[in-house]
């Protein structure tokens, strides 16, 4: 079946730094990928979406290109800040399908001022 | 901005007991959700739900579990039995087509 494997955690990063967040996917035909994040005790947001092969998601000064390829689905930011400290998660879907959603494990990311 | 609501927050319970957890989802939202997080693994779909049925729903959601949406607002997730491998963090989406998914903040439940 689809599956998502994203980088372990935790990550510490110091304000202004560079994060990358590497994301993997399985699937057959051509999903739709997305990152979301989860604030401490809020709910899953959705970060960004990309829906075809080459599209670059982007949102907040994070950004994701879809490289089919190397199926994978990797998360930057140029400069972090410390409220971009949170849970970060990969995930999948089939397009036409139910939205069901494919989560990779989530990566936790604090940045220190 | 409209929000989907789920309540308790945290739920604590004896193995064996029956728990039920509830969800308010977006008010014209037509497709609903149940996730799960066991600590520290993947965030892993349970059911979808839409035009008062179960649309699919995964091996995880054996007969210990069932939706409901009893009155055209809540939207509810009962587990019969707990087992000590349901101690999890529950969460509710909904959807309206072609936007995103919402999701609730999530109900820890801890069963002991």
């Known amino acids: 079946g689809d599956s998502v494997t994203q980088m372990e955690g935790p990550v510490t990063l110091s304000e202004e730094a560079f994060l990358t967040i590497n994301c993997t996917y399985t699937a057959t035909g051509y999903p739709s990928l997305f990152w979301y994040v989860q604030y401490p005790g809020e709910g899953l947001q959705l970060l960004l979406k990309?829906?075809?092969?080459?599209d670059k998601g982007s949102n907040k000064g994070f950004e994701a290109t879809y490289r089919k390829e190397t199926t994978s689905f990797h998360l930057e930011k140029g400069s972090v800040q410390v409220s971009d400290s949170a849970v970060y998660f990969c995930?999948?879907?089939?397009?036409?399908?139910?939205?069901?959603?494919?989560f990779g494990k989530g990566t936790k990311l604090t940045v220190n001022p | 901005e409209p929000e989907v609501t789920q309540t308790p927050s945290h739920q604590v319970t004896q193995m064996g007991q029956e728990v039920i957890l509830r969800c308010v989802p977006i008010s014209n939202h037509l497709y609903f959700y149940w996730y799960r997080q066991i600590l520290g693994q993947k965030v892993e779909f349970l059911v979808s739900?839409?035009?008062?049925?179960?649309?699919?729903k995964s091996e995880i959601f054996d007969d210990q579990f069932s939706v409901e949406r009893p009155d055209g607002s809540n939207f509810t997730l009962k587990i019969r039995s707990t087992k000590l491998e349901d101690s999890a963090m529950y969460f509710c989406a909904s959807l309206r087509s072609n936007s995103p998914l919402h999701f609730g903040n999530g109900t820890r439940l801890t069963v002991t």
């Open positions: 995930a999948l879907n089939q397009p036409r399908g139910s939205e069901k959603l494919v």
């Open positions: 739900f839409y035009n008062n049925e179960i649309s699919e």
């Open positions: 990309a829906t075809k092969a080459d």
